[in-house]
């Protein structure tokens, strides 16, 4: 199992903002993450992303305990990466936004460039490799914070609402994206999303959220 969890519970100025019973989740499948606007999908990204600790309860991932100790955290860091729903895009050339995570971990600068470029072709956009990152359009800017992600080759892929405000093109294009790193690296992904056509393309299970409480009966 790659994530469990029992009675997790987080809590924001006193109020609970998720309570979950039986939380699991498979290795290597699609979760559409689904609720309406303050249901807590977006918490639940950031607990699963270690980025918050919950208020009482216990989280396994793949079968061990998390502990929120800085260190401990940080390896798990290594292997879980969350795209937000408005990633933020460092001042610069694209290339330097996709390399920054791989020149934090010490990859030496023959392998940062290889990587880069493997990355940038595979959400499509090697030809923006030189452009101001903060010209983008906002599907150019999704797709070169998802090849930031990518490039640290994570088990699991957290998505913030991928094609909100995305146009049909750039839509399409994450989409597709995200169902070939499923099917040719297994790599596990939860995405929230309001868009039922992307639940019924992509997700092997949905999971819906309401109030902070995960609803049953959903695969």
Not at 123 to 143: I, N, P, T, Y
Not at 169 to 179: A, C, F, G, H
Not at 182 to 187: L, Q, V
């Amino acid at each position: 199992m790659l994530y469990k969890a029992d009675t997790l519970i987080k809590e924001f100025k006193g109020c609970k903002v998720l309570n979950l019973t039986d939380f699991a989740i498979e290795r290597h499948k699609i979760y559409a993450l689904i609720g309406a606007n303050g249901a807590g999908k977006t918490t639940l990204l950031n607990l699963l992303a270690f980025l918050v600790q919950p208020t009482s309860g216990n989280l396994q991932f793949c079968g061990r305990n998390v502990v929120y100790r800085r260190q401990h955290l940080l390896d798990l860091r290594r292997r879980v990466v969350l795209v937000d729903q408005y990633p933020i895009l460092f001042t610069g050339p694209v290339w330097k936004n996709v390399e920054f995570g791989l020149k934090v971990r010490g990859i030496s600068r023959k392998q940062r460039e290889m990587r880069v470029e493997e990355v940038l072709e595979l959400v499509g956009m090697q030809a923006f490799r030189l452009a101001d990152a903060h010209k983008l359009s906002g599907g150019e800017s999704k797709r070169v914070a998802m090849a930031r992600a990518l490039a640290i080759a994570p088990e699991v892929l957290l998505c913030d609402e991928p094609t909100a405000n995305v146009d049909e093109e750039n839509q399409k294009i994450i989409m597709d994206i995200l169902e070939r790193l499923n099917r040719e690296n297994r790599t596990s992904i939860i995405m929230a999303t309001h868009y039922l056509s992307q639940i019924r393309r992509l997700a092997h299970h949905t999971l819906m959220l309401e109030h902070g409480m995960l609803l049953t009966g959903n695969d």
